[in-house]
């Protein structure tokens, strides 16, 4: 079986049409389809849906704006479920380190871990029900 990087793995998952729009838009394929290894924070075209539609394309349309929240949605190294719940700030490759909170359930910021573990042979794709922000 042809091993799949983390963008081929989440096209294929069919969930993520929104998310991998965000990246193919920020430019940031190449960067996901390098060597890493990476763990992602994907969220769902449903944690898209919740923001406002407005917003979502005036975030789509400033690449900037974009590659600072995709890339915070992105922790170097491959770190599955069982090391992300040892940590209580997981340093992101934005900068900025998101908060890991264990209490009923999993949780990045204010986004609930909703699967684990899905791996990919560049790293790891944890998925999120919301699309979390830096500050």
């Given amino acids: ?26 430019g940031l394929v190449d960067t996901l389809k390098g060597p890493g290894p990476f763990t992602v924070f994907a969220p769902t075209d449903e944690a898209f849906a919740q923001i406002p539609q407005e917003t979502l394309q005036a975030v789509l349309a400033d690449k900037e704006k974009l590659t600072a929240i995709l890339t915070y949605h992105v922790a170097p ?29 999993v949780k990045v910021d204010d986004a609930t871990v909703i ?21």
């Fill in 1 to 26: 079986v042809m091993a799949k990087d983390i963008v081929d793995t989440a096209v294929d998952a069919g969930s993520f049409t929104t998310l991998v729009a965000a990246v193919q838009a920020a």
């Fill in 77 to 105: 190294g491959k770190l599955m479920a069982a090391d992300v719940v040892r940590s209580s700030q997981l340093q992101t490759a934005q900068g900025q380190s998101i908060t890991v909170n264990t209490e009923g359930g």
């Fill in 115 to 135: 699967q684990t573990d899905i791996e990919a042979d560049n790293g790891v794709i944890h998925v999120i029900d919301k699309v979390i922000m830096p500050k």
